[in-house]
């Protein structure tokens, strides 16, 4: 740490972080894992809280309440579980296996993140974030029974943010910084092939582009202050290529392997942070966001001829997510964090697909501070998510169920979901 002390050295160890895995933790295929000293707290507060150089992604203008130079890096480890059990799906012939129920679709994902401030002088501060805003992987059995609809979904995205700070007064500070994201997208499902049985199509691509962030912090009082922040929507236009596994020659004209195009917009998000000084044991803190994932509606895929490959309907719907935490000092080394959130799932339930079996979750989390030396702070949390169960019926018309007869010649996938997620985050905080 001693020989880390430019700006220039921050951008080389934010590289070194960039590997980078997803797992949606929040709801849809939102990461709030940006920091580990937020997790304790459920991530409440934390557009005013600015307790480190995480505030970068929070909010940028909590960077003039960090003097000198600080430098943050995370590491979060989460663990989602996703179990489906058939309760009446069907195949589209005789001839095709039904499958079982996948296995659990969750597995284990790191994700990393790192920031760094630097005050110029008593009233600007800059700073730079690489983090990893949005993420998902899902992945069944590749004999289950919802194979048609999919097998392996996958999200990564790379956030590099850039921001700037000015303290305007005593009680006011404003922040703001570009985005620069890369998405890299994976999809896999099984393809009926007819009387020529059945083979796997997987899509891959990637795309880069921009957005831009900002935010407002507001001193009521020494002890009180309000925050309030916003990420733009970006927009991808994913470049990819589909192959088909297990193929029969006689259809290679017919399904071609080749490139393909999707839209996708990552959504805006809003919040509104409260950080309120009790006394010198105990902090408050309270947070309500909102997220527009109303952005996302359908999503085609298309081959370069213009002919449409696949169309999945989602119709998500904006959501909100409202956080309570506190902290305890207990003395001039430790602080203990508590938090618990309700986090509302963006998801019709007439659509909810096995690619993003998402639904309404509350939020336990607690953690801890350990000052190694004023310079030099340790931080660890865990939480624990309880998904609402869910169900999911992809016949088609959706009002099978009460008229079978609809449904007959068709892959449907019908049953329910039993989910949950479990997060550990660990964290160095060193200033000078």
């Not at 799906?89 to 597995?107: E, I, R, V």
């Not at 890299?184 to 691509?205: I, P, Q, R």
């Not at 002890?223 to 020659?249: C, E, H, L, M, Q």
């Not at 007959?408 to 550990?424: F, M, P, R, S, T």
Request: proline share 5%; glycine share 10%.
């Amino acid at each position: 740490m001693k020989t880390c002390r430019t700006l220039k050295c921050s951008i080389v160890t934010a590289a070194v972080l960039a590997g980078y895995s997803g797992a949606a933790a929040s709801a849809g295929f939102q990461l709030l894992e940006q920091n580990a000293s937020g997790l304790g707290n459920a991530y409440a507060g934390q557009a005013a809280s600015a307790q480190d150089a995480s505030t970068i992604f929070f909010n940028p203008a909590g960077m003039t309440l960090l003097p000198g130079r600080n430098a943050v890096g995370a590491v979060n480890f989460i663990r989602p579980s996703a179990e489906f059990t058939n309760t009446g799906s069907t195949t589209a012939s005789p001839l095709l296996p039904l499958g079982g129920n996948g296995g659990d679709a969750g597995d284990w994902a790191v994700v990393p993140n790192f920031y760094y401030s630097w005050q110029v002088n008593p009233k600007v501060f800059v700073g730079l974030g690489v983090n990893v805003p949005f993420g998902l992987k899902t992945e069944y059995d590749s004999n289950w029974v919802g194979r048609f609809h999919a097998i392996t979904s996958e999200l990564k995205t790379l956030n590099i943010n850039p921001s700037v700070a000015l303290k305007v007064s005593e009680t006011l500070s404003v922040g703001a910084g570009v985005n620069y994201q890369r998405a890299d997208a994976k999809l896999s499902n099984a393809v009926n092939f007819g009387a020529l049985g059945e083979g796997v199509a997987t899509v891959e691509g990637h795309d880069s582009a921009w957005g831009w962030n900002a935010g407002v912090l507001f001193s009521l009082s020494p002890d009180t202050r309000i925050g309030a922040a916003y990420r733009s929507s970006i927009g991808y236009k994913i470049d990819a290529s589909v192959a088909f596994a297990n193929r029969p020659p006689a259809l290679a004209g017919q399904v071609p392997d080749g490139a393909v195009t999707a839209d996708v917009r990552m959504p805006a998000t809003a919040s509104l942070s409260l950080f309120h000084r009790l006394n010198p044991e105990w902090d408050l803190l309270a947070d309500v966001s909102w997220t527009d994932w109303s952005t996302i509606g359908v999503l085609n895929i298309v081959r370069d001829n213009g002919r449409l490959l696949s169309t999945t309907p989602l119709h998500w719907k904006d959501s909100w997510r409202f956080s309570v935490g506190a902290n305890y000092h207990y003395n001039n080394e430790w602080t203990f964090r508590f938090g618990a959130s309700y986090d509302q799932t963006p998801i019709n339930e007439a659509d909810r697909t096995p690619r993003v079996p998402d639904n309404d979750r509350t939020w336990l989390a607690l953690g801890a501070q350990y000052r190694l030396s004023k310079q030099l702070a340790i931080d660890a949390g865990y939480a624990y998510l309880f998904v609402k169960d869910s169900s999911i019926n992809l016949c088609n018309p959706p009002q099978a169920a009460a008229n079978p007869p609809a449904c007959a010649g068709k892959n449907n996938l019908v049953g329910n979901y039993e989910n949950d997620i479990h997060i550990l985050s660990m964290q160095l905080r060193y200033t000078y």
